[in-house]
């Protein structure tokens, strides 16, 4: 319907529609006030929707889910998962509603979905809300992965609702407008399993392949394609975020989608110095989810997506099994490969070079790099620099200075293509110092370091003049007592 006189959203409920056994219709909470803070026109533009009227009252209203387009059907869904290895039989949406989905001028299916719109009957003991900084925090992430090109949830816009939110301190509360191409995650499907009918699992099948994966449909066996299908998108994501440095940080099943993007950008963080261990989140104790594991913690979450897809993969269970281990069994290659190919473009090195040569090189390279807790962002950009004869920002970055330049003499042997390099390896990512200061100026009520930041971020290989603050590692002392927080 029209919001305004130029402001048209047509939003269709597919997924309430096909899946009504995972969703509940709900309502968004009424804001007190609502501001709007921060506007994606770019991606408005994507999406077909006018900037301007975004921007208006009425669009306001809609971008907090209190506006809801005529014929959308606003659901929370419902979903499962393991939290830390904890299982969990009812998690969904307990302070986020899909407000349906919506087609773009190109032909594409997004969901339009709210963060922080209010308690619905599956938040357990949380109040529904979410702040400020959080919310900017997703924002902020989500848009720096997407500009370098990591598949990703994207955010449209943050709103202030007007209404505190009771953390710590009393904090002022935000909601979220988030794009993805869904909301289906491995824990849908551990949802779905536990429904006595397998229906229902085979109905949410359908619906991922056809919105995600449609060439599986056309498979001999579409639901062995389909797990194929994830494992090959989630050993590629996870290649990527290691390519880059990110640390997701609560890599739990309902974290991970069945599309191939990175979701839920609660306690991430990027990587300074490199080191495998490396854990932001204040309640990760154990390290299960720590920058090194989390390829290891990827396949297990597609174990439990293989378990509950068994009723699909054949009726004898046995069967079904060997089905899965033997999709399972493709993972470990499949990120290898991913990851190594991306690891060769990182060094400027041509395709065609074999494992005996890279391999070695790469894993003196990584040790050199944590003995020398060198950052692993300012290091691979300075490489390129490197590549063209100037070795001196990246030497400098090491103690071990015959390590890295007996290092470099076969790096360089190889003819490294400076050029393909600075298209891979970023000049500005979100840093965590960055981040923590443009937050607390925007909770403060000061938006101007968000939007240098943002300007920074969403152009991360552009290197610029007056932008080195943001190239530049945190400063000493910042990086080694970094925590972030969940479920804020
Ligand atoms: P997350 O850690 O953000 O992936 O959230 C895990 C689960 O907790 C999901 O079911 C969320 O909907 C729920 N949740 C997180 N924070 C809140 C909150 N403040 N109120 C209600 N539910 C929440
Ligand atoms: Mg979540």
Known sequence: MSLTSALTVRLDGRFARELSELTLPWQAEEAPEPTLLVLNEPLAAELGLDPASLRSPEGVRFLVGNRVPEGATPVAQAYAGHQFGGYSPRLGD?????????????????????????????????????????????????EAMHALDIPTTRSLAVVATGRPVRRDTVLPGAVLARVASSHLRVGSFQYARASADVDVLRRLADHAIARHHPEAAAAEDPYRALLDAVVGVQARLVARWMLVGFVHGVMNTDNMTISGETIDYGPCAFLDAYDPATVFSSIDDGGRYAFGNQPVVAEWNLARLAEALLPLLHDEEERAIEIAVASLGTFRSRYADAWSAGMRVKLGLPDGLVEDVTGPLVTELLALLQQGRVDHTSFFRALGASARGDTEPARGLFLDLAGFDSWAERWRALGPDADAMDRVNPVYIPRNHLVEEALDAATAGDLTPLHLLLDAVTRPFDERPGLGRYAAPAPEGFGTSYQTFCGT
């Open 94 to 142: 307990g302070r986020a509603l899909l407000l349906g989905e919506l087609t773009d001028p190109d032909g594409r299916v997004h969901d339009l979905h709210l963060k922080g719109s209010g308690r619905t009957p599956f938040a357990r003991g949380g109040d529904g809300l979410a702040a400020v900084g959080p919310m900017l925090r997703e924002y902020v992430v989500s």
